[in-house]
């Protein structure tokens, strides 16, 4: 899972709209898609279809887009594999780098207390 800041927002947001169903699918529109991105990201409306795109190409989502009877747009997104298992997926790269985090604070303990013994051993 190596996604950018913006594609991670954005996922973040029709994951947690699109697993509402069943059958990860949802209808919504760009508008509310934009206005459950939080504020300090930098992501405007000219982003949105780019992002999407990217998205749809790495096999998170797939969409298509169509029209209310009133001609606003909506797009009708469906959850694939990697967007399904999305969720599981940075829980497990959290653990991963808590693991990471845990196993190198104790190599630098073990290799401190190792010269602090050959210091004390050879003075």
């Not at 300090?40 to 409306?45: K, L, M, P």
């Not at 209310?68 to 694939?80: H, N, Q």
């Not at 829980?91 to 290799?111: C, E, G, H, P, Y």
Request: some cysteine.
């Amino acid at each position: 899972m190596v996604l950018g800041k913006k594609e991670k927002v954005l996922m973040d947001v029709v994951y947690s709209i699109a697993s509402v169903s069943s059958n990860g699918q949802c209808l919504v529109s760009p508008i509310d898609l934009l206005s459950k991105i939080p504020y300090y990201v930098d992501f405007r409306e000219s982003d949105l279809e780019e992002t999407m795109n990217q998205l749809t190409l790495d096999s998170y989502f797939s969409y298509d887009k169509a029209r209310t009877t009133t001609g606003d747009p909506m797009y009708i997104i469906t959850l694939r594999d990697n967007g399904i298992s999305y969720q599981r997926d940075k829980i497990v790269a959290k653990r991963k780098l808590a693991f990471r985090l845990i196993i190198t604070a104790l190599v630098a303990a073990f290799s401190f207390s190792i010269k602090y013994i050959l210091e004390l051993i050879f003075k």
